[in-house]
């Protein structure tokens, strides 16, 4: 079996984008990727990330912003597994913005069902944290990174500041992140990337449309941040050029390399200040909680290709695959497709049997002679009998130039722009009719 295990260890090797403001720089439909969702809680708002169409990962704190206060009687009532009921879910008035950078322009989602991470209930219904579960992380995280207890400071806790929502119905995700499962290889000093919609100024408003930028990593042992806290979920970074996430951004997804390293919990400082410690809480210590809520394959929902026009249309796409199951699940990748137009060389990557957190990557490669297509096509990329990602090539509108006359064929395909006549111009007809009647008069009215 060969396992994609991408490598984590290297810079990302990009130029720096000029940032707009403290705040970064703002996102485009073209550089958005779908699995970034903003969360509301009432009139108070996140980022997340979408996980396998249906699961929101975000921060648990973003719950109690509908509530106004972690001391409010509405989040004194939360049982202790952190499972809020559908009254409660309700009441925080938990939606979901996906599929676009400007999420008025996206499409509203309900939330069907809420899990705060239990920890972090706990923690502010008792005004202290459990400590059978710390001992446990402690343990695991110490083993990992070849610890004794001498090398670690005083008490060790978890902050616990994630939840996951579930969707009242699907989305249909064209992007993916898988999540970062051991940063013990990734360099100090690496770039991390924030994408969310926060205030872009001290004191400002939150924006529409998500911004991005980027922060600098700062690796384990954190020598100098240790001797200040020892929660052990929080990864730590500096602002970078002036960029850095701010109020609103909390749950948000940051990644080094297109994978997850975690989400925003908070800052000290304002935003954009040079020397604010940025704490994320990291997604690899909640890889089995979030497997026990998920239980799903963090993948992309479909792949498709949409052109204006018929033509030698070439595209590859990467697709991320992550087991987010409780149990292993064993992949065999095919793609299925009668054109002959959709291919990979790497499927053998996702051979066989993965574990909770494993990963891999396939490529799918669309017309990779780089021929004429001039009608739609599809295929599917079969992972296993339980699951099938959707690949098509889509023409959204048709040139004129097929067809007979010119009366016929020259409408978008597009409904709201069709005509229902059978004159086969419809509409488009009328148009030409009256602007050839307004030139004629404009030229009478010259003479």
Request: proline letters at 1%.
């Amino acid at each position: 079996m060969k396992k994609n295990l991408i490598a984590l260890g290297m810079s990302l090797a990009m130029t720096m984008p000029a940032f707009a403001g403290s705040n970064g720089t703002q996102l485009t439909d073209s550089t958005f990727d779908d699995y970034l969702v903003r969360v509301f809680s009432g009139s108070e708002s996140c980022g997340g990330q979408l996980i396998a169409g249906k699961y929101v990962v975000t921060a648990a704190h973003c719950v109690a912003d509908a509530w106004g206060s972690k001391l409010s009687d509405e989040w004194m009532a939360i049982s202790s597994d952190g499972v809020l009921t559908d009254e409660q879910v309700s009441d925080a008035d938990l939606k979901i913005y996906f599929g676009s950078a400007t999420y008025t322009s996206g499409t509203k989602l309900g939330v069907s069902a809420a899990t705060l991470f239990h920890d972090y209930v706990y923690r502010y219904q008792n005004s202290s944290s459990t400590s059978d579960y710390d001992t446990e992380v402690k343990s695991e995280w110490a083993a990992e990174y070849g610890l004794t207890d001498d090398d670690v400071l005083g008490s060790f806790s978890v902050f616990g500041d994630i939840a996951v929502f579930t969707l009242s119905e699907s989305a249909q995700q064209q992007t993916a992140a898988t999540l970062i499962t051991s940063t013990k290889s990734i360099d100090d000093e690496v770039d991390v990337r924030w994408a969310g919609w926060g205030i872009t100024e001290e004191g400002g408003s939150a924006p529409a449309t998500a911004n991005y930028g980027y922060m600098t990593y700062t690796a384990f042992p954190w020598d100098s941040w240790w001797t200040q806290t020892t929660t052990a979920d929080w990864e730590r970074a500096t602002t970078k050029d002036g960029s850095m996430f701010c109020d609103g951004d909390s749950g948000s997804a940051v990644t080094i390399d297109g994978q997850v390293l975690g989400y925003v919990r908070g800052h000290t400082g304002d935003c954009g200040d040079s020397d604010s410690d940025l704490r994320i809480t990291a997604a690899r210590f909640y890889i089995d909680w979030l497997a026990e809520q998920i239980d799903a394959v963090n993948t992309v929902s479909k792949k498709d290709l949409t052109v204006d026009a018929a033509g030698a249309h070439t595209v590859t796409w990467t697709i991320p695959v992550q087991s987010l199951k409780v149990d292993d699940v064993t992949f065999n990748p095919q793609i299925v497709d009668s054109t002959g137009l959709f291919t990979s060389d790497d499927l053998s990557n996702c051979e066989g049997t993965f574990a909770t957190g494993e990963s891999c990557e396939i490529t799918v490669t669309f017309n990779a002679a780089g021929a004429t297509v001039s009608s739609d096509a599809s295929a599917t990329l079969q992972l296993n009998d339980d699951l099938s990602i959707p690949l098509s090539y889509t023409i959204s509108s048709t040139s004129s130039d097929d067809s007979s006359d010119d009366s016929s064929d020259d409408s978008s395909s597009d409904d709201s722009s069709s005509s229902s006549s059978s004159g086969g111009g419809g509409s488009a007809s009328w148009m030409v009719l009256m602007a050839l009647a307004g030139l004629a008069l404009r030229r009478k009215s010259r003479r």
